[in-house]
């Protein structure tokens, strides 16, 4: 791969008398031994799982409103008359959640990583209390728009915050684990979905469960160290060190604090003047940015929010009418979406995010050919069950493929292809992108399926996973095992070229040692 080749080659090059980079693939072939495995270190599996109930409200918020949506259609008869209102009650997540991850970037950057979730905490907990006592749709959806809020927050700050603590031999699997917590929070909303619905105030008791997993990370939180790297950017470096003392252990400790000693005598004006204008303006970081953003816009365009959002509705146009069915056989499709995640974790630092992300769109286009089928033949007058079968047939394949790969890789490649300085920043202007995109596709799914039909949508959705697989054939580096500092290298490589690449590290490898 272009991405390990270009790594292994520059530490060559410089490597005239000089130890490998701490974490790199060539120190860890060369001292195998300080190697650390997923479940070896129960500080990082912990940190990983308070880190990623962000994922986990992320995810329960996504698959509840599909549910409650059902109910809520049955109480308000504006609801029920208006596939618009419809549209906004779920949306208005997507829109607060667009303003939660470009305003996340910025706190990530200023208050560190810690400080990001809690205000996102805050955030989602109120906005549940308030669509839980909600009296009118109104209501509903200025509620929905603080959850969005803090879930857009969440999404820029758990991957970021799993990588920065992560070992690079394990940082595809641990950032895939709040992956995992996001499936994890969908197949626990559809778990109560089915389980209210046959209880009085059923969508109340849906939303305002989902402040439940949000004063469960404010309290754990609490009790969790900041970032060492961010800890480090602000020249808090006994903090730092206290951090890393209890991920690493003697030797390798001691060659991952003289990375970030490097770090910062490398860059040191760079980390105190970062603004917005530096995404567009410098080469590398635009290079690295434009392919983020895609990759999270993308992930969106094929169809992902429509199936989490809408899957009720969609197997209730499939032929099967009662809200139990639907929820039930939705409650099935979710927990194809948590298994595909866990597969996703062992893949992707395995396989890699190129290889992976491949199959899995490979996957998706060919559920989509049996999805966009069915429901073609369906809407032009052929009926019978068989149909609406083959259709939960496509759905469930959909999830089974998207679930594995283009589900954690997008959040797992945008969490470590920035610069430290840049990563909060450009995280969430990436994360700003994909919520942009949900935004869009969610808000406007009814409405096209009313005016081209259901099939007709989803071979839209087709077209777009074509243009996603060349898109990563021919953009995606590979960048499993790497450390962040060479990730950088690969786009300074593609901004600059090879040759400028390679002079410009070898003489910043001179000035620091």
Request: glycine content about 12%; overall charge neutral; hydrophobic content about 50%.
């Amino acid at each position: 791969m272009i991405g390990i080749s270009l790594a292994k080659k520059m530490v060559a090059e410089m490597g005239m008398g000089m130890s490998m980079r701490a974490g790199s693939s060539g120190y860890l072939e060369m001292h195998p031994e300080r190697k650390i495995t997923f479940f070896q270190n129960p500080y990082i599996v912990g940190i990983t799982f308070a880190a990623g109930l962000g994922g986990l409200l992320f995810g329960y918020d996504t698959g509840v409103v599909s549910g409650a949506l059902l109910y809520i259609k049955e109480d308000f008869e504006l609801v029920r008359n208006s596939s618009f209102i419809q549209e906004v009650i779920v949306g208005m997540a997507l829109i607060g959640a667009i303003f939660g991850a470009a305003i996340g970037g910025v706190i990530n950057d200023h208050l560190g990583r810690k400080t990001a979730t809690i205000i996102a905490d805050i955030c989602f907990g109120a906005g549940s209390v308030i669509m839980g006592l909600a009296g009118n749709p109104y209501v509903i959806i200025f509620g929905r728009f603080l959850v969005g809020l803090g879930v857009g927050s969440a999404s820029v700050t758990a991957p970021v915050y799993i990588a920065e603590v992560s070992p690079s031999e394990i940082r595809g699997g641990l950032v895939s684990a709040n992956t995992l917590m996001i499936t994890a929070g969908q197949f626990l909303s559809f778990i109560v979905n089915y389980g209210l619905t046959r209880v009085p105030g059923t969508w109340r008791w849906m939303l305002g469960l989902s402040g439940f997993p949000a004063v469960l990370q404010f309290v754990l939180i609490s009790f969790l160290p900041e970032s060492p790297r961010w800890l480090y950017m602000k020249n808090r470096r006994e903090e730092a060190i206290l951090v890393l003392s209890k991920i690493y252990s003697s030797p390798r400790l001691e060659d991952e604090i003289k990375i970030l000693d490097d770090l910062l005598l490398q860059e040191p004006e760079s980390k105190a003047s970062v603004k917005y204008t530096d995404v567009f303006t410098n080469k590398e970081i635009r290079v690295a940015f434009t392919f983020g953003a895609g990759l999270q816009a993308l992930q969106q365009f094929a169809g992902i929010s429509i199936i989490m959002y809408y899957s009720p509705t969609i197997i209730q146009m499939a032929g099967f009418k009662s809200n139990q069915s639907a929820l039930f056989l939705s409650l099935i499709v979710s927990g194809m979406n948590a298994a595909g995640t866990i597969l996703g974790i062992y893949l992707i630092d395995l396989a890699g995010r190129k290889k992976l992300s491949l199959g899995s769109l490979s996957g998706v286009l060919v559920s989509l050919i049996i999805l966009s089928t069915s429901c073609y033949l369906m809407g032009h007058g052929n009926t019978g069950q068989t149909l609406g079968w083959i259709a939960i047939l496509g759905l469930a394949l959909y999830i089974l493929f998207f679930a594995p790969g283009m589900g954690p890789v997008p959040w797992t490649v945008n969490s470590e292809i920035y610069p430290e300085e840049y990563r909060g920043l450009c995280g969430g202007m990436s994360a700003t992108v994909n919520w942009i995109c949900s935004v869009i596709m969610s808000t406007s799914f009814l409405s096209v399926v009313d005016a081209i039909g259901l099939g007709e949508s989803f071979i839209i959705l087709l077209v777009v996973s074509v243009i996603a697989i060349v898109f990563v054939i021919f953009l995606m580096p590979e960048t499993k095992g790497l450390t962040f500092e060479e990730v950088a290298y690969i786009w300074k490589e593609r901004a600059y070229g090879r040759d400028k690449t390679t002079a410009s590290l070898a003489e910043k490898e001179a000035l620091s040692s």
